[in-house]
């Protein structure tokens, strides 16, 4: 069964940090781009950040100079670290990713695979 599995979530204050991670199991995704999104209560998901196969990295301005992407193919696992976090990253973070597309988009609908998502909450 191929499936993203993310971690990482909880609670934090407003200036901690947090990493969330996003394992993918039953087939390899070197090959292709993988991203986060998130998705606040009573907002729609949006983008987060992405990364290619090949590492290029592209963020939401919301969070560019805070959160960092990156990945390991060696373990089929992309990170999300997240730095100087504020009351408005509160949401269900998912990482996503669709076989065989190597770019990043930054739309939901580019995307047909999909983790369960991990809960972050940052108090003020």
């Known amino acids: 069964q191929v499936q993203l599995v993310e971690s990482g979530g909880g609670l934090a204050q407003a200036g901690d940090s947090l990493r969330l991670t996003c394992t993918a199991s039953?087939?390899?995704?070197?090959?292709?781009?993988m991203a986060w999104f998130r998705q606040a209560p009573g907002k729609e998901r949006e983008f987060v950040a992405g990364i290619s196969a090949h590492g290029y990295t592209v963020y939401a301005d919301s969070v560019k100079g805070r959160f960092t992407i990156s990945r390991d193919n060696g373990k089929n696992t992309i990170y999300l670290q997240m730095n100087s976090l504020k009351s408005e990253d509160t949401a269900d973070y998912y990482c996503a990713t669709r076989a065989g597309v190597m770019v990043v988009f930054t739309t939901q609908s580019s995307y047909d695979l999909w983790g369960q998502g991990t809960q972050v909450t940052v108090s003020s």
């Open positions: 039953g087939r390899t995704f070197t090959s292709s781009g």
